[in-house]
């Protein structure tokens, strides 16, 4: 089983900065990839970004430029840089990690961007 715990949300102004983070524990024993999704309300979960086990990445066209996705391996770690965040990036931002073809999410954490 594989548990996925996520930090660093929270409310910012149009223009700022947030970082999120994800560990991961559990039975993670091969190669993996972990990603991120949001959904805001109303609306399906959309992919975010990606980080492949080799660590190439994978970004939605729509935030291409200001978010940066990053893994620490020894950690089982994923985090997520967003710059110049914009009130259209509002959302619940959820964590995922594809392991042996299954998928496993965290809980959510909720990005509010608004002045």
């Given at each position: 089983?594989?548990?996925?715990?996520?930090?660093?949300?929270?409310?910012?102004?149009?223009?700022?900065?947030l970082?999120?983070?994800?560990?991961?524990?559990?039975?993670?024993?091969?190669?993996?990839?972990?990603?991120?999704?949001?959904?805001?309300?109303?609306?399906?979960?959309?992919?975010?970004?990606?980080?492949?086990?080799?660590?190439?990445?994978?970004?939605?066209?729509?935030?291409?430029?200001?978010f940066?996705?990053?893994?620490?391996?020894?950690?089982?770690?994923?985090?997520?840089?967003?710059?110049?965040?914009?009130?259209?990036?509002?959302?619940?931002?959820?964590?995922?990690?594809?392991?042996?073809?299954?998928?496993?999410?965290?809980?959510?954490?909720?990005?509010?961007?608004?002045?």
């Open positions: 089983q594989v548990q996925l715990v996520e930090s660093g949300g929270g409310l910012v102004q149009p223009g700022g900065s970082r999120l983070s994800c560990a991961a524990s559990g039975s993670i024993f091969s190669s993996y990839t972990m990603g991120w999704y949001r959904q805001a309300p109303g609306k399906q979960r959309d992919l975010v970004a990606r980080i492949f086990s080799g660590g190439s990445t994978a970004y939605a066209d729509s935030v291409k430029g200001r940066t996705i990053s893994r620490d391996n020894a950690k089982n770690t994923v985090y997520l840089q967003m710059n110049s965040l914009k009130p259209e990036d509002t959302a619940v931002y959820y964590c995922n990690l594809v392991l042996r073809g299954l998928n496993y999410w965290g809980q959510g954490t909720q990005v509010t961007v608004s002045s």
